[in-house]
């Protein structure tokens, strides 16, 4: 039988793991699964084989890989889908799944960077009136409950899709997917006069032109720290660390 992989994916990461080990044949005859989240109208799909929506918890998870009959499974999650990687955790280890994290390193402030971290949107929301007046938010449609009482700030939001009220009151909405160009960052800061931004510590290069561009303009950076993540479960910081791990897999367990 083929070695059967759940991929948690949704990110860039997972998307170039399923082409490594579908597209690309690293693996031969190895068959890959990819679940989405579904928070996304119009995902970009990756190759092999699909799912969108939840598992039900830990223990819909766990089911699912019993009956589905995985093998092994990678926890390709956005750094901030935390709930869905304590529940991977917890279900490969009831069913007795190799598991591996497949997460992008963090960013790190750079000379000149004026970086003010922040544990949640809500502390994010609270250090805003004083660094700016008009916001360049860039943490996606959800959360944004969290600015909706600063009505002394204008804000430009970015996101895949249209975000759902509660929002900001005084607001232009910028519809968009990453990657993105620092010569296109630059170029947002300036057109509507951005004086501070802030973001999520995503990690990765698809959306990190955005620090330049508030570095090289001088504005202030509120930077939102990632949530938890289960500690014993081992970590690959690239697709093809991620591919090498799959291989140490192969034997005669498998």
Do not use: C, Q
Request: glycine fraction near 12%; charged fraction near 20%.
């Amino acid at each position: 039988m083929p070695l059967h992989v759940l991929v948690l994916g949704g990110t860039t990461e997972a998307r170039r793991l399923a082409e490594r080990l579908v597209a690309v044949g690293e693996m031969p005859g190895v068959r890959v699964t990819s679940s989405l989240a579904g928070r996304v109208a119009r995902p970009k799909l990756p190759p092999g084989g699909t799912r969108v929506g939840g598992f039900g918890g830990a223990d819909g998870l766990a089911e699912w890989l019993r009956a589905h009959r995985v093998d092994a499974v990678i926890d390709a999650t956005h750094p901030f889908a935390g709930t869905i990687s304590f529940n991977a955790a917890s279900a490969a280890d009831a069913v007795h799944v190799p598991l591996l994290a497949l997460r992008r390193p963090g960013w790190v402030p750079s000379d000149g960077d004026r970086w003010h971290p922040a544990d949640s949107l809500a502390g994010a929301a609270e250090l805003l009136p004083g660094l700016g007046r008009r916001v360049f938010l860039t943490t996606g449609r959800m959360g944004l409950a969290a600015f909706a009482g600063l009505d002394a700030l204008w804000f430009l939001i970015r996101s895949v899709d249209a975000p759902e009220a509660p929002y900001p009151a005084r607001m232009e909405v910028l519809l968009d997917r990453g990657p993105f160009t620092l010569d296109g960052e630059r170029e947002l800061i300036r057109r509507y006069g951005i004086d501070v931004l802030v973001t999520k510590d995503s990690g990765g290069d698809a959306t990190a032109p955005k620090l330049t561009a508030a570095r090289e303009a001088g504005i202030p950076v509120v930077v939102v720290r990632r949530p938890p993540v289960p500690d014993d479960v081992p970590v690959a910081g690239t697709p093809e660390e991620a591919v090498a791990w799959l291989r140490g897999l192969e034997g005669p367990g498998l």
